[in-house]
């Protein structure tokens, strides 16, 4: 895309007595019910069923009256008397062996789309980006995308096998057991894993309310496992063909072609562990394939089948799906890395700013090509950029937490977010991207996402071209 403009210097704002408050994204606080009033499929979803359940909620909910009517009495009693938790005695360990979150986090939870069919079997839900901090996505919210729903495998019954047609491509096929692939040298890394689909109602110009449905399938996490390569030189695979195919064990036969440059550069990970546990049965226990920076459909779940081949393999979900139509009727086929992409996760749509003040603007970008380099950041609708704050760790193929301090006067605003990696690529308008691209697409949407700030607080899903 076009090179990078000179930035205006980030300015701490000055002069506040405090910062501004934020409410939270109404959607945190639907009760099954209301979520059942906007399941009726995606036009009511879109024509405001979903904002209608949450008008009905208003008042419930004293957080959004903010601390005034503390302000204003004589004192806060949660300052002023003992409380509970500090003269009686807590709970012993072995009441939670495994540990939760806190019953007032009950609302962080991953939620399906109203907007998007669902069953029981071939369903996705969509991690809630506005209530996460830092880069690492807990397990339990964690992003799911399943083809045939998902499975508790045994692991002693489970096994991974890996061929070739001829012994020119394995000279020494192997089946292995849970046993023997933990036997193995590992590795843990940090990665992001993002659905090839992640945006991709936006193509349309349909505005999904909040960010966890508009990107919320993505999810970044530390994954332990096996190289591939150790494993295709364990069976003695001719490593000078260009690609393997990777085959899951659910009842969908998910199989994807993986390049062969991917595994010798000791990228493709035989998966275990995520987070330092071994990994959700939801997110393909006890097996699954991590590629980095390659969309999460070729992250194989259940991982059962390796085989070493010379060409790209052609499957179904390689020849009908995942595939971007282009605006001459092409399809443009394996186009598999998730290209550099960010966004502001806060304030982002369904929140609300409640005084005018200083904010904390926060979000979160990645490439499937490398590190992310740099994050611009506007709040005019992309006339003047500031340079953003990447927080710490910056790791390739890994998301990046960005910051920027910003004084809202009160007025309209459109907040948008420019994402950079170290190949030089810019993140680009959805003007930039529908030229190329054109309307009819569904997947790979790596278009800035605005966030329309009305003078009233609320924020909304607008787009730029």
């Given at each position: 895309?076009?090179?990078?403009?000179?930035?205006?210097?980030?300015?701490?704002?000055?002069?506040?007595?405090?910062?501004?408050?934020?409410?939270?994204?109404?959607?945190?606080?639907?009760?099954?019910?209301?979520?059942?009033?906007?399941?009726?499929?995606?036009?009511?979803?879109?024509?405001?069923?979903?904002?209608?359940?949450?008008?009905?909620?208003?008042?419930?909910?004293?957080?959004?009256?903010?601390?005034?009517?503390?302000?204003?009495?004589?004192?806060?009693?949660?300052?002023?008397?003992?409380?509970?938790?500090?003269?009686?005695?807590?709970?012993?360990?072995?009441?939670?062996?495994?540990?939760?979150?806190?019953?007032?986090?009950?609302?962080?939870?991953?939620?399906?789309?109203?907007?998007?069919?669902?069953?029981?079997?071939?369903?996705?839900?969509?991690?809630?980006?506005?209530?996460?901090?830092?880069?690492?996505?807990?397990?339990?919210?964690?992003?799911?995308?399943?083809?045939?729903?998902?499975?508790?495998?045994?692991?002693?019954?489970?096994?991974?096998?890996?061929?070739?047609?001829?012994?020119?491509?394995?000279?020494?096929?192997?089946?292995?057991?849970?046993?023997?692939?933990?036997?193995?040298?590992?590795?843990?890394?940090?990665?992001?894993?993002?659905?090839?689909?992640?945006?991709?109602?936006?193509?349309?110009?349909?505005?999904?309310?909040?960010?966890?449905?508009?990107?919320?399938?993505?999810?970044?996490?530390?994954?332990?496992?096996?190289?591939?390569?150790?494993?295709?030189?364990?069976?003695?695979?001719?490593?000078?063909?260009?690609?393997?195919?990777?085959?899951?064990?659910?009842?969908?036969?998910?199989?994807?072609?993986?390049?062969?440059?991917?595994?010798?550069?000791?990228?493709?990970?035989?998966?275990?562990?995520?987070?330092?546990?071994m990994m959700r049965p939801e997110n393909g226990y006890p097996l699954r394939l991590v590629v980095p920076g390659v969309q999460g459909v070729s992250w194989v779940k259940w991982l059962r089948r390796i085989e070493v081949g010379d060409q790209p393999y052609g499957t179904k979900d390689e020849a009908v799906h995942y595939i971007d139509l282009m605006p001459d009727g092409q399809h443009r086929q394996y186009t598999s890395v998730q290209e550099c992409k960010s966004v502001i996760c806060t304030p982002s749509g369904g929140q609300k700013l409640l005084e005018k003040g200083y904010y904390t603007i926060s979000g979160l970008a990645w490439s499937g090509r490398g590190k992310v380099r740099q994050v611009d950041v506007s709040t005019d609708g992309g006339i003047n950029w500031k340079r953003a704050k990447l927080e710490t760790p910056?790791?390739?193929?890994?998301?990046?937490?960005?910051?920027?301090?910003?004084?809202?006067?009160?007025?309209?605003?459109?907040?948008?977010?420019?994402?950079?990696?170290?190949?030089?690529?810019?993140?680009?308008?959805?003007?930039?991207?529908?030229?190329?691209?054109?309307?009819?697409?569904?997947?790979?949407?790596?278009?800035?996402?605005?966030?329309?700030?009305?003078?009233?607080?609320?924020?909304?899903?607008?787009?730029?071209?």
């Amino acid at each position: 895309m076009a090179e990078h403009e000179e930035l205006t210097p980030v300015e701490t704002p000055e002069g506040l007595k405090q910062p501004g408050r934020i409410q939270k994204a109404p959607e945190n606080f639907l009760t099954p019910t209301e979520i059942e009033s906007v399941t009726q499929g995606r036009r009511n979803f879109l024509r405001g069923s979903l904002f209608a359940a949450v008008a009905a909620m208003t008042g419930r909910h004293a957080f959004a009256q903010g601390s005034d009517a503390v302000n204003a009495a004589s004192g806060d009693p949660y300052i002023l008397q003992p409380q509970t938790w500090a003269t009686t005695l807590g709970k012993g360990v072995a009441t939670a062996p495994y540990g939760l979150p806190s019953k007032y986090e009950a609302d962080v939870i991953r939620r399906q789309s109203p907007g998007l069919t669902q069953t029981t079997q071939s369903s996705v839900s969509f991690s809630p980006l506005q209530s996460m901090f830092g880069i690492i996505t807990a397990s339990g919210l964690h992003f799911e995308r399943h083809h045939q729903g998902w499975y508790d495998i045994d692991p002693t019954q489970h096994r991974l096998m890996v061929n070739g047609s001829s012994p020119e491509f394995v000279k020494k096929p192997k089946v292995y057991t849970m046993d023997d692939i933990m036997r193995m040298p590992f590795v843990s890394r940090i990665h992001f894993i993002e659905c090839g689909a992640n945006t991709g109602m936006e193509w349309g110009n349909v505005a999904v309310p909040t960010v966890q449905y508009t990107h919320g399938m993505l999810s970044c996490s530390e994954f332990t496992g096996v190289p591939l390569r150790l494993i295709l030189e364990d069976c003695g695979a001719n490593m000078s063909k260009k690609f393997v195919l990777a085959e899951g064990a659910d009842g969908s036969a998910m199989t994807r072609t993986i390049p062969m440059e991917m595994v010798l550069n000791d990228e493709v990970l035989v998966a275990y562990g995520m987070n330092g546990e071994m990994m959700r049965p939801e997110n393909g226990y006890p097996l699954r394939l991590v590629v980095p920076g390659v969309q999460g459909v070729s992250w194989v779940k259940w991982l059962r089948r390796i085989e070493v081949g010379d060409q790209p393999y052609g499957t179904k979900d390689e020849a009908v799906h995942y595939i971007d139509l282009m605006p001459d009727g092409q399809h443009r086929q394996y186009t598999s890395v998730q290209e550099c992409k960010s966004v502001i996760c806060t304030p982002s749509g369904g929140q609300k700013l409640l005084e005018k003040g200083y904010y904390t603007i926060s979000g979160l970008a990645w490439s499937g090509r490398g590190k992310v380099r740099q994050v611009d950041v506007s709040t005019d609708g992309g006339i003047n950029w500031k340079r953003a704050k990447l927080e710490t760790p910056v790791q390739s193929k890994a998301l990046t937490r960005f910051s920027l301090p910003w004084n809202w006067d009160g007025k309209a605003v459109i907040l948008q977010s420019r994402a950079v990696d170290d190949t030089g690529y810019v993140q680009p308008t959805y003007g930039q991207l529908r030229a190329v691209r054109g309307t009819r697409s569904i997947y790979h949407n790596n278009a800035i996402q605005s966030w329309g700030v009305a003078e009233n607080g609320d924020v909304s899903n607008v787009q730029v071209l």
